[in-house]
């Protein structure tokens, strides 16, 4: 049930991010006076709309995305008259050329001359493609900040949150116990567990030496394998003293991503995991930990096209488990949603990594709209500026103003770049639906 209702909020989540995408393009566009017949989530078959003054407001029933549409996104071929559009026969993608420019005049109805997208100041374009990916870059912003500010970041304390009953071993590195309660053959009964140690437990030293952290005490422990260790500890307010036999065990070693490298490492191991608290952090963490997710998802992205044949040829193909950092699509993503809903974690660590994931998941949305190929926001962009630069360097020589860009012409590249990213999609959401990444 925890499941099912994680999965309804990550889907909202993402309609709502969807939808202030488009609001991003929408007030901007209508401040600066242009005319939007269209603002819709998803695409596909309409489910609902209503309109509003001049523009349609809906939703549709494929929830992968959102548009506006703004009258006078192409502008007129060089030499045609302004509200006309010649028909040309020269081949299949100047007919396509041709049929868009068409639909594009078509649009416009009287009083609209002045209203159209291509007519207005380059800095007013880049303002309304840039409106969306910077709602995006905003809710990243704020979500990352509840996250950080409002809930923290876990840190490992010295009290004890569970105690392991068996040592592992590089054949059984969980070392979970038989059935019959019994450890696996190699396997000891954990040090800390012959010890007598228990859950709820805090260290407060070790040979009466102390520790600041969790983390310089499990490096002691490490390098003092073979080791017979007096642990003080704190037990229901009293202290107490517990002899504790350090052991030495060889275990697998793991990658960053968690992923085992295929090496062992030895070090020393007595048993016990460490409890979690949420500690707050300053303002000034939000931009460096947004600029560390930064780096990654850039990173992400130009990786993509060998991560995206990875998971065809090792995943789909070869039958291997999903890479945690490989791509994921809205339908993967929503169901990791589901799975963070269901942990058995506190609440607040459930909200964490909600917030986190919501939090990247827009960071993402707002830079890979920065791609400056059409359709995407980018594109438009770098016509635009193309646009002011080419006007700039006209009028410093002298000549007559060129004209808008003829974006008209890279429509079949931005029908090759969406027929490309629907095909990736396609692979991502089957990957999802038949070898979905877990947490578990």
């Known amino acids: 049930m925890l499941e099912v209702i994680g999965i309804v909020l990550f889907a909202a989540v993402i309609a709502g991010s969807i939808a202030l995408h488009e609001l991003g393009h929408l ?3 209508k401040a600066f006076g242009v005319r939007v017949t269209e603002y819709m989530i998803g695409f596909g078959p309409t489910l609902w709309s209503k309109v509003k003054g001049e523009t349609r407001y809906g939703l549709k029933g494929v929830p992968l995305g959102g548009y506006i549409r703004m009258i006078g996104m192409l502008p007129p071929a060089k030499g045609d008259a302004e509200g006309t559009a010649r028909r040309m026969s020269t081949g299949r993608f100047a007919l396509m050329v041709a049929d868009a420019r068409r639909a594009s005049v078509e649009e416009i109805e009287p009083g609209d001359e002045n209203r159209v997208f291509y007519k207005l100041p380059v800095r007013k374009r880049v303002i309304i493609m840039l409106g969306g990916p910077m709602m995006n870059l905003l809710l990243a912003f704020i979500l990352f900040s509840i996250m950080l500010v409002g809930i923290g970041l876990p840190q490992p304390t010295l009290t004890v949150s569970r105690v392991v009953e068996c040592t592992p071993t590089a054949e059984q590195p969980l ?17 800390a567990r012959a010890a007598g140690l228990l859950p709820g437990d805090t260290i407060v030293a070790v040979d009466d030496m102390a520790f600041g952290s969790w983390d310089a005490l499990t490096e002691w422990i490490r390098a003092h394998g073979d ?10 307010g009293q202290e107490q003293e517990l002899v504790v036999d350090v052991a030495t065990v060889e275990r697998p070693e793991y990658d960053a991503n968690a992923v085992a490298t295929g090496a062992t490492i030895t070090s020393g191991f007595i048993g016990v995991s460490p409890g979690v608290e949420y500690v707050s952090e300053g303002w000034s963490s939000v931009p460096a930990y947004m600029w560390d997710i930064t780096v990654a998802s850039v990173k992400g992205l130009i990786s993509l096209p060998i991560r995206l044949y990875e998971l065809v040829k090792d995943t789909l193909i070869g039958g291997q488990e999903r890479a945690i950092d490989g791509p994921v699509s809205v339908v993967g993503v929503t169901r990791i949603g589901g799975e963070v809903a269901a942990m058995d974690q506190p609440l607040v660590a459930k909200a964490a990594t909600f917030l986190g994931l919501a939090a990247s998941l827009n960071l993402f949305l707002f830079l890979f709209n920065l791609i400056p190929v059409l359709p995407l926001d980018g594109g438009h962009v770098a016509g635009a500026l193309y646009e002011g630069a080419r006007r700039k360097v006209a009028r410093l020589r002298g000549r007559a103003d060129p004209g808008p ?10 029908y090759v770049v969406a027929g490309i990213l629907l095909a990736m999609g396609v692979i991502v959401i089957w990957a999802d639906l038949v070898r979905p990444i877990s947490l578990g």
Do not use: K
């Open 227 to 236: 080791q017979s260790v007096t642990l003080t500890i704190t037990r229901d």
């Open 175 to 191: 070392a979970a116990p038989l059935p019959s309660g019994q450890c696996p053959t190699g396997s000891l009964v954990g040090p």
């Open 27 to 29: 007030v901007p566009a």
């Open 405 to 414: 860009v003829d974006v008209a012409r890279l429509l079949p590249v931005a």
